[in-house]
């Protein structure tokens, strides 16, 4: 869940993910938790690229538009992929680009790099396994742990099934994979969700550009991203709040 007082979607990220010790299947769900807390703006992969261990990363990397940065081993049993990513992070941190971080590891020697960052009052998040030291998830603002994303994606997945099968047994005509809305829709709001279950529709707008800049409504038949919400009214509610004299639109999804 977004906490407010810390982020906007106006923010900017920067998620650096150690390829060694992190999962890539789990790339869209990482990047739905960095996107909550700001717009993901450097997306950089580190790993020796060489090695056969990375090859896992290659596909989705490339249909996410992360950049992967190279890293060669120098010593057997050491880890060089640290050192490159602490540099580029605190390159960053003194270029003054990006607003926030999120570390994507359960290795224990990025909690000096995640405490120097909130020391200049910047946010930074960490995203890894249960087994992450203390230490470090302690460094960060807000440490989401992986096993909490592999339960939500199949959670996802099961809910998209039983909709698929739902349509089946109405004798509905079931559109392609590909024109399916739900999926990225279902991503937008949990990034832009707020305490009380409602997001802003301007906020989903701004979470939909960030997961697929090529995003249209049109594609589905909608020329407004509010018609095409209003259309999918057994998936979703839409609420108007005046606020400041002027109406805004909130959506939350049906249980």
């Avoid at 007082?5 to 990482?30: F, V």
């Avoid at 992967?68 to 010593?75: A, D, H, K, V």
Wanted: proline share 4%.
């Amino acid at each position: 869940m977004a906490n407010e007082n810390l982020t906007t979607l106006r923010n900017k990220i920067a998620i650096l993910i150690d390829g060694d010790n992190a999962q890539s299947s789990l790339l869209p769900q990482m990047l739905v938790e960095a996107g909550r807390h700001g717009q993901v703006t450097v997306r950089r992969i580190y790993g020796d690229w060489t090695t056969n261990s990375m090859n896992s990363w290659k596909e989705t990397l490339n249909y996410h538009a992360f950049q992967p940065i190279q890293q060669f081993r120098y010593t057997i049993g050491k880890n060089a992929t640290d050192s490159a990513m602490i540099i580029d992070a605190m390159d960053l941190l003194h270029s003054g680009v990006v607003d926030g971080f999120c570390l994507v590891s359960s290795d224990s020697d990025y909690t000096r790099l995640a405490t120097r960052i909130r020391e200049t009052g910047i946010f930074v998040m960490g995203i890894g396994e249960k087994k992450t030291p203390k230490p470090f998830v302690n460094a960060c603002d807000v440490f989401v742990y992986t096993e909490n994303l592999v339960t939500e994606k199949k959670a996802i997945q099961q809910k998209q099934i039983q909709t698929k099968k739902a349509s089946k047994a109405k004798g509905t005509v079931e559109e392609k994979e590909e024109l399916d809305p739900m999926p990225i829709l279902t991503q937008a709001f949990e990034m832009a969700v707020q305490q009380d279950g409602w997001a802003p529709l301007a906020g989903m707008g701004n979470a939909l550009y960030q997961l697929d800049p090529g995003f249209d409504p049109r594609t589905y038949g909608h020329k407004q991203l509010s018609r095409m919400i209003m259309n999918l009214k057994e998936r979703f509610e839409m609420r108007t709040q005046t606020a400041d004299g002027s109406n805004s639109l909130y959506v939350r999804i049906k249980e």
